[in-house]
């Protein structure tokens, strides 16, 4: 975050998650190693909770001081319905298609991954 900044890192997090959520929907169609699953799953665990913290401190740099702390209760809001629709997702796509919940997850981080480069830079630049 400090070298990269906070667009680029923000987007290579997605990205690594959309990744390790690929590979792990990848391998259990061709039924592999389980350990191989566990460790993309914990790593793509790790980069989406990594770009989560880094998000808290994105929003806050993005919005001018007046609209700030509406602005970061609304996408904390809209975080946590996320958050609590996942293991709905999960469990009634997961019934239907097997690899039908990393397929969702997967692309929604890729997607956010793509979002995320069109935000703008706000290293080494003053809050507004």
């Known amino acids: 975050m400090v070298f990269v900044g906070r667009r680029r890192s923000l987007a290579l ?12 929907m990848a391998l259990m169609l061709i039924q ?3 350990l191989v699953v566990v460790v993309l799953s914990l790593a793509g665990k790790v980069a989406i909770t990594a770009a989560f913290q880094l998000i808290w401190a994105y929003t806050i740099e993005l919005y001018p001081t007046k609209v700030r702390s509406l602005a970061l209760g609304e996408a904390n809001f809209l975080a946590r319905l996320g958050s609590l629709c996942s ?6 796509l997961g019934e239907v298609v097997v690899w039908g919940p990393s397929a969702l997850f ?13 935000l703008p830079e706000t290293r080494h630049s003053d809050l507004q």
């Open 13 to 24: 997090l997605f990205f690594t998650c959309a990744v390790c959520i690929f590979s792990v």
């Open 32 to 34: 592999l190693n389980e």
């Open 87 to 92: 293991p709905y997702i999960n469990d009634l």
């Open 106 to 118: 997967g692309l929604v981080s890729l997607v956010a991954a793509a979002l995320a480069l069109i």
